[in-house]
Every structure is written in structure tokens, then in C-alpha cells.
T-cell receptor, first 117, second 113 residues
Framework: ETGVTQTPRHLVMGMTNKKSLKCEQH?????MYWYKQSAKKPLELMFV???????ENNSVPSRFSPECPNSSHLFLHLHTLQPEDSALYLC????????????????FGPGTRLTVL | KQEVTQIPAALSVPEGENLVLNCSFT??????LQWFRQDPGKGLTSLLL?????REQTSGRLNASLDKSSGRSTLYIAASQPGDSATYLC????????????FGQGTELSVKP
């Protein structure tokens, strides 16, 4: 399997549920990202991981908890979500160039369509 | 704070037309600018990436230009086809902020047969 994969592709959950989104990249990259895409709004960066370390948290509520066990896998753990959290959640990966933090082109997965009831 | 704006928000054209999508950004301190395509309910596919030192990039029927000093980029699509129907997103990578991308809201393109 190649590229960036995400599971599940669709998820419906209640406000009291706990669920996790999974992202896996098969490109040998060392940086991974979570984005949120809500209707009629630009993509919003949520988290960035470089070499398994979180380097950016874009003021994301604590009900979203990321986990990066290795450079190939990224999870987003969800709990006590609100209906306004319903969106398309996109994962991306890229190659970090040198030690400056600059990265190459980001490759995106197909996304998980999340609906919170 | 960097902001990216895309005009128009939606565009419908007949097949065969040449068209231009516009992107503007407020802070010229960018590392590069990238155009993506997104099909409904799907992820993003990178189309063209222009480094801050470049003026344009071409791939097939697509040509992207960058005027960093004026904070503008255009995506030119020649001889449009129904298969070009999608949302086109512009994103800038600010200087000194690692891999962070700032996206515009996109232009939804519909090419009618």
C-alpha cells in the first residue's frame, strides 16, 4: 500500500463517545500533520509532529488528543466532542529538510468524515 | 497574521474555456506557495509548488504564477475539461515556521460539457 491512508473513512459518534482516528504513511516521511476542514472554512492546521515530537498545537481543545508512536503512524483520539466538531479530518505527511524545521511538499490522505450527534 | 484569500469562491464555465483562479496573501514573507486540487469528500492532491524565488511553474495545462511582492498568485487552466471540476486550494508556507501551511477557502470549479 502506498501514500497516506486514513481509517475510518466515515465516523458517526455521540457526544459522550470515545473514538480514535488513524493515519499511516508509507512514504518514509518524518513529519506528520492533522488538519480540520469544516464546511465553508479554510483548512485549519491542528497539530504537527516532527520525528515523533509534537512541534505545533494550534490552540486545539483538549478533547482532541494526538498521538504519534512512530514516524509512520499518527492518531487523533476524540472524547466528549461537540456537534461543531463535525468536519473532514485530514492527515498529511512530509519530509523534513535538515534541522531548520523546513519541510518538503505535504502529501494528504483521503480524510475521515466525522459527524458528531 | 498571514491570511490567504481566493477569488472567486465558485466558478462555472463551459468546456474548452481558458480560466484563471486568483489567490492573494497578506504577508510576503513566504517560503513557497502551493496549489492543490480537492475532489468532493476527498483529500488534497498537490498540483504545483512555486518557491519564493520563482515566478511561475507549469504542468501540462496548468500554469501557476507568483508575484511575491504584491502578494498574489494565479492558477491558469488551459482548455478546461469536465474532469477539471473540483475545488482548487491555494496555500502559503510562511518563512521560519517549519511545515505550517496557511490555506485559502478555495475556488469551486465546475466545467460543463
Amino acid at each position: 500500500e502506498t501514500g497516506v491512508t486514513q481509517t475510518p473513512r466515515h465516523l458517526v459518534m455521540g457526544m459522550t463517545n470515545k473514538k480514535s482516528l488513524k493515519c499511516e504513511q508509507h512514504l518514509g516521511h518524518n513529519a506528520m500533520y492533522w488538519y480540520k476542514q469544516s464546511a465553508k472554512k479554510p483548512l485549519e492546521l491542528m497539530f504537527v509532529y516532527n520525528f515523533k515530537e509534537q512541534t505545533e498545537n494550534n490552540s486545539v481543545p483538549s478533547r482532541f488528543s494526538p498521538e504519534c508512536p512512530n514516524s509512520s503512524h499518527l492518531f487523533l483520539h476524540l472524547h466528549t466532542l461537540q456537534p461543531e466538531d463535525s468536519a473532514l479530518y485530514l492527515c498529511a505527511s512530509s519530509r523534513q529538510i535538515g534541522s531548520t524545521g523546513v519541510t518538503d511538499t505535504q502529501y494528504f490522505g483521503p480524510g475521515t468524515r466525522l459527524t458528531v450527534l | 497574521k498571514q491570511e490567504v484569500t481566493q477569488i472567486p469562491a465558485a466558478l462555472s464555465v463551459p468546456e474548452g474555456e481558458n480560466l484563471v483562479l486568483n489567490c492573494s496573501f497578506t504577508d510576503s514573507a513566504i517560503y513557497n506557495l502551493q496549489w492543490f486540487r480537492q475532489d468532493p469528500g476527498k483529500g488534497l492532491t498537490s498540483l504545483l509548488l512555486i518557491q519564493s524565488s520563482q515566478r511561475e511553474q507549469t504542468s501540462g495545462r496548468l500554469n501557476a504564477s507568483l508575484d511575491k511582492s504584491s502578494g498574489r498568485s494565479t492558477l491558469y487552466i488551459a482548455a478546461s475539461q469536465p474532469g477539471d471540476s473540483a475545488t482548487y486550494l491555494c496555500a502559503v508556507r510562511p518563512d521560519n515556521q517549519g511545515g505550517k501551511l496557511i490555506f485559502g477557502q478555495g475556488t469551486e470549479l465546475s466545467v460543463k460539457p
